[in-house]
């Protein structure tokens, strides 16, 4: 089992935002110790075989894990550290909210191995943040980055435009609010309407632009010191997300946790997302998977080149023919074909989105899949 990243999902939120599709609950009295139990129980029967990995990265996300509390934390890293080895210079991301960013869970962090914490900040406009249900206020998102800086993290955040009647001056502040503090990764997402959340029957009329206000911080933020490194991610140099692009760049890794997802040996799994199905499971001795499938080859070949154009790097034309084969990369050029050749370059060296087409990319990628 040659994987050298993790994933550890924590399924906790203090409440679930209005646009949120993630798994993640309001825990219950004794959920974060039972998860904590089950956590264990996952890596030991995954790790059977596997004797120690050692790790390049390893993520924690969710929902939220600063709802876990400063010695809920300690016993997570002393679980980790039983199970895994770390690589020197390893990269070690948790996410924060800016409520719950408390000096126990830097401390902690610090003491451990954390090397970068990403900041769910979404928007540094009160009214906005309001809007999404988000609990904390743009000061006190000024106040998580700060601290999390003079702890001495890498810091990145997330923020969401085509929000509902956003309008284009209050992105821009946004942006300009997000260089101003000093982080040194930026990622930035449009507003999906998912099933399920308070905001799935939104009228979309009501929504921003969002192609304008992409296409602005493609020509903003790469002005301010921050390259754009994948569709959604921008990042100061030797700042971008080694964990992130192991995904991209169909790296293996374990997910564990309610609603993790995983791939390991060419099978893609998902665990339940319920904490206590996947508790269920756990305690009968079982695998939490929910689901899981091997590709087809051709099938996985589309996917990799799609995950690959993710990237501005793109997709590498002699390592793409090695591993899939020269009609694999023959077709996928000749889907390509279909767009206009400003979307796209296509040489000896690979192929790549070009800013123009990384705004339109979902439709590059359904026609690739």
């Known amino acids: 089992m040659p994987f050298s990243s993790l994933y550890i999902h924590v399924p906790f939120c203090e409440r679930k935002c209005n646009y949120c599709a993630f798994e993640s609950a309001v825990p219950r ?48 890293t002393k679980l980790v550290e039983r ?45 906005e943040l309001s809007q999404m249900g988000r609990l904390h206020s743009a000061r006190q998102a000024y106040g998580a980055v700060s601290a999390a800086l003079a702890a001495g993290f890498s810091v990145s955040a997330d923020f969401i435009f085509g929000l509902p009647h956003q309008s284009f ?13 000093g982080l040194s990764h930026i990622s930035l997402y449009q507003l ?40 959604a991610n921008f990042a100061r140099q030797g700042r971008e997300s080694r964990h992130n692009i192991n995904y991209w760049r169909e790296g293996e890794y374990l997910g564990a946790g309610p609603g993790a997802a995983g791939y390991l040996a060419g099978l893609r799994y998902k665990n339940f997302g319920s904490l206590r199905r996947w508790a269920a499971a756990l305690a009968d001795g079982e695998l939490p998977v929910a689901e899981s499938e091997q590709l087809p080859f051709e099938r996985s070949a589309r996917e990799a080149a799609v995950l690959a154009l993710r990237m501005t ?57």
């Open 29 to 76: 009295e004794g959920d974060a110790d039972l998860w904590l139990e089950m956590l264990e129980r996952e890596f030991a029967l995954r790790l059977a075989a596997a004797g120690r990995p050692r790790l390049a990265t390893c993520y924690f996300g969710g929902g939220t894990p600063t709802v876990l509390s400063g010695p809920q934390w300690l016993s997570l």
């Open 83 to 127: 199970y895994f080895d770390f690589m020197p210079e390893a990269e070690v991301t948790v996410e924060a909210n800016p409520n719950s960013l408390a000096a126990e869970h830097l401390l902690t962090w610090r003491d451990w191995r954390v090397t970068r914490v990403s900041i769910g900040v979404q928007s540094f406009d009160d009214v």
């Open 169 to 181: 001056a209050n992105w821009g502040r946004t942006l300009r609010e997000a260089v101003r503090c």
């Open 192 to 231: 999906s309407l998912e099933e399920g959340t308070p905001w799935a029957s939104l009228d979309k009329d009501t929504l921003g632009d969002g192609y304008a206000a992409y296409r602005w911080a493609q020509w903003y933020l790469p002005r301010k010191g921050y390259r754009q490194y994948e569709v």
């Open 313 to 369: 790097s793109g997709l590498d034309r002699r390592e793409f023919a090695e591993r899939y084969g020269r009609q694999a990369l023959d077709s996928l050029s000749a889907s390509l074909q279909k767009f206009p050749r400003d979307l796209y370059e296509d040489d000896e060296r690979g192929i790549r989105l070009t800013k123009k087409g990384m705004r339109v990319a979902n439709l590059i990628w359904a026609e690739l899949v």
